[in-house]
């Protein structure tokens, strides 16, 4: 099956881009003309599979035309370049709400217990077979290139942080000694970002951030793409273990890794 997958994939891979398609993400993607030649090929590659192969879904009566598969497939896929991968395995299905939307959520609050209620949302990734996204939120985070906040970056990332390096060829998360280095950089910047946050000091990471280590990881993300030169001053580190998990380097010249 893995044969006539691939053989599959090279054959949609290698066909031709539609200008169409090309247009809207010069319109709606501008992190796009920050690629090289070389990496703006490889992107539309993986274009073509990721819609070969994902289902999108309108919500709220939203109508999913190639406006919003091209846009959101761009932005995941930038996550992709350079890598051997497997365009996120566990997902199957795009969600597309016309704006922010209303979900239940339960949180702890003291005492251990949980509270119940709603809460307003932009995206959420679900561990198996869906993401789910606010096309008004798509459109902004893409807009704006320098803001650090990018709402498919960020859901996607917790896609594959939650497959924990399969499908892809990250070498970070399955070698002992590099997830030790992993593992290590990220939980003390995790925890610097929990103190900043309590103690209202400035960061170059949003606050959302310091929720939770998978939270982290996905901030951390959106700003390792949007924020790259500020990241790379600031925690030097956690820029370079991202550098490496992504094979990028957006601080450098050309964005190539």
Known sequence: MGWFKN???????????????????????????????????ELQRH???????????????LEVMDEIRVTIAAQACILLLHRRTDYYPGMKTILVYP?????????????????EGAEVRLGESWRRGSVVLSWDDVCRGAADIHDGENVVFHEFAHQ????????????????????????????????????????HSPTVLRAYGAVSPAEFFAVATEVF????????????????????FYHQDPAGEGNRG
Do not use: M
């Not at 398609?21 to 501008?30: K, M």
């Not at 704006?99 to 509270?115: F, P, S």
């Not at 942080?161 to 990220?186: C, H, M, N, P, T």
């Open 7 to 41: 053989r599959r994939r090279r054959r949609i891979g290698g066909g031709r881009f539609p200008a169409q398609w090309l247009g809207i993400i010069e319109r709606n993607v501008p992190y796009y003309g920050r690629l090289t030649e070389g990496d703006k090929r």
């Open 47 to 61: 274009i073509l599979i990721f819609l070969s192969e994902k289902r999108f879904v309108g919500c709220r009566g």
């Open 99 to 115: 704006e922010a939307y209303v979900a239940k959520a339960k949180r702890r609050i003291e005492g251990g217990l949980i509270a």
């Open 160 to 199: 594959l942080d939650s497959s924990r390096g399969r499908g892809d060829s990250s070498e970070v998360l399955r070698r002992r000694s590099s997830f030790i280095a992993w593992a290590r950089v990220l939980g003390a910047n995790y925890e610097q970002l929990r103190r900043d946050v309590d103690a």
């Open 225 to 244: 793409f949007e924020k790259p030169r500020e990241l790379s001053e600031r925690h030097p580190e956690l820029y370079r273990e991202l550098q490496q």
